[in-house]
């Protein structure tokens, strides 16, 4: 199967409330670890590549990883997806490159900006068959190339349940990425762990039948933040969505969740196990290789907590 956008999966997620993992990736052996994990649980799949993924791993290589993932598994379904766009430019650039789905974020603008930036992107895009996510409020957490609201202002950046429909009227933009109070990064909350579900019920009523997507929700899983902190790491106070709160999301309109941090987590929990035990270890095929195992394995997990492990054959 070719790489696909995000149409089928979408509408099949939302008709079966489920969502689809959308999974960042900056290198081959995260790359393979999350195909091996949805052609085990025959799931689809979005990859997604950020800014700094393009200038770390350059978007030529990581497309033909990925262009080697789809012919290698014709059952599984895949759409290669720009994460958080932050020009028209760059979203013409990928979806010359050959990208199904492209994100612009404009959610830093004011709202009748982000509008025109959007709509811009969206006649350019369904010209080629390639589906537009748009973001309206936003998240906190700074990543490399994203900059978020601080974990102070976040409750005032949520998305406005009154601005989505004109927003996604005007713009015709495919799916719509909602401020709920999640933030990138393994940082997003510091006392308990909250979700404006409120917020997600309104949007919804507003959007009915309309794909969602919710940023900024690894969970930080505690395996890896425990072995992170015993072999030398330093992340005590990180904390992320429950897993519980993702299931409920993915019943409400999210068909799209995206994790990155937990990728990250994974791999470097087991990297630095190996050191810590094996310090005359140098091979980097006895460290990468059971750090790409255990992304597979946290992946295979969370295709399950999104429900949609078994999903490829009705969302091709
Ligand atoms: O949205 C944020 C993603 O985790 C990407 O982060 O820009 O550091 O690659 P990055
Ligand atoms: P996390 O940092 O929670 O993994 O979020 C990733 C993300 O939203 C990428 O766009
Ligand atoms: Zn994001």
Redesign the pocket.
Same mark, same amino acid.
Not at 20 to 30: L, P, R, T
């Given at each position: 199967m070719a790489l696909v956008n995000t149409k089928k999966m979408f509408e099949m997620a939302y008709k079966n409330n489920y969502a689809i993992g959308a999974f960042?990736v900056n290198n081959m052996e995260i790359t393979q670890g999350i195909i091996e994990a949805v052609s085990q649980e025959k799931s689809p799949l979005i990859l997604?590549v @950020?800014r700094g993924a393009r200038e770390y791993a350059s978007n030529s290589w990581l497309k033909a990883m990925i262009d080697v993932a789809v012919k290698e598994n014709p059952e599984i379904p895949i759409c290669i997806h720009l %994460? $958080?766009g932050d020009t028209v430019q760059t979203c013409k650039e990928f979806i010359e490159d050959g990208f199904t789905s492209v994100m612009i974020d404009a959610s830093g603008k004011p709202f009748e900006e982000n509008m025109a930036i959007t709509k811009e992107v969206v006649d350019y895009a369904h010209k080629y068959d390639v589906v537009v996510e748009a973001e309206l409020g936003q998240l906190g /957490?700074i990543?490399e190339d994203?900059v978020g609201v601080s974990h102070e202002d976040i409750s005032k950046h949520l998305c406005d349940p009154e601005q989505v429909e004109e927003f996604v009227k005007k713009t015709n933009v495919d799916s719509l990425a909602v401020a709920i109070g =999640?933030s $990138? /990064?393994a940082y997003?909350f510091k006392k308990e762990p909250k979700l404006a579900f409120d917020i997600l019920e309104a949007i919804e009523k507003r959007l009915p039948n309309y794909p969602l997507v919710m $940023? /900024? @929700?690894?969970s930080v899983l505690k395996e890896f933040k425990d072995l992170i902190n015993k072999y030398g790491g330093a992340m005590p106070d990180a904390m992320?969505v429950p897993e519980d709160a993702i299931t409920q999301a993915s019943k409400m309109g999210v068909c799209k969740v995206?994790? %990155? =941090? %937990?990728l990250r987590m994974a791999m470097t929990a087991k990297i630095r196990q190996i050191f810590a035990e094996k310090p005359s270890e140098f091979d980097p095929r006895k460290y990468l290789g059971p750090a790409r195992d255990a992304i597979r394995e946290m992946v295979k997990h969370k295709l399950h907590v999104l429900g949609c492990n078994g999903k490829a054959a009705e969302c091709a």
């Amino acid at each position: 199967m070719a790489l696909v956008n995000t149409k089928k999966m979408f509408e099949m997620a939302y008709k079966n409330n489920y969502a689809i993992g959308a999974f960042n990736v900056n290198n081959m052996e995260i790359t393979q670890g999350i195909i091996e994990a949805v052609s085990q649980e025959k799931s689809p799949l979005i990859l997604q590549v @950020s800014r700094g993924a393009r200038e770390y791993a350059s978007n030529s290589w990581l497309k033909a990883m990925i262009d080697v993932a789809v012919k290698e598994n014709p059952e599984i379904p895949i759409c290669i997806h720009l %994460d $958080h766009g932050d020009t028209v430019q760059t979203c013409k650039e990928f979806i010359e490159d050959g990208f199904t789905s492209v994100m612009i974020d404009a959610s830093g603008k004011p709202f009748e900006e982000n509008m025109a930036i959007t709509k811009e992107v969206v006649d350019y895009a369904h010209k080629y068959d390639v589906v537009v996510e748009a973001e309206l409020g936003q998240l906190g /957490g700074i990543e490399e190339d994203v900059v978020g609201v601080s974990h102070e202002d976040i409750s005032k950046h949520l998305c406005d349940p009154e601005q989505v429909e004109e927003f996604v009227k005007k713009t015709n933009v495919d799916s719509l990425a909602v401020a709920i109070g =999640t933030s $990138h /990064g393994a940082y997003k909350f510091k006392k308990e762990p909250k979700l404006a579900f409120d917020i997600l019920e309104a949007i919804e009523k507003r959007l009915p039948n309309y794909p969602l997507v919710m $940023h /900024g @929700s690894s969970s930080v899983l505690k395996e890896f933040k425990d072995l992170i902190n015993k072999y030398g790491g330093a992340m005590p106070d990180a904390m992320g969505v429950p897993e519980d709160a993702i299931t409920q999301a993915s019943k409400m309109g999210v068909c799209k969740v995206n994790i %990155d =941090t %937990d990728l990250r987590m994974a791999m470097t929990a087991k990297i630095r196990q190996i050191f810590a035990e094996k310090p005359s270890e140098f091979d980097p095929r006895k460290y990468l290789g059971p750090a790409r195992d255990a992304i597979r394995e946290m992946v295979k997990h969370k295709l399950h907590v999104l429900g949609c492990n078994g999903k490829a054959a009705e969302c091709a």
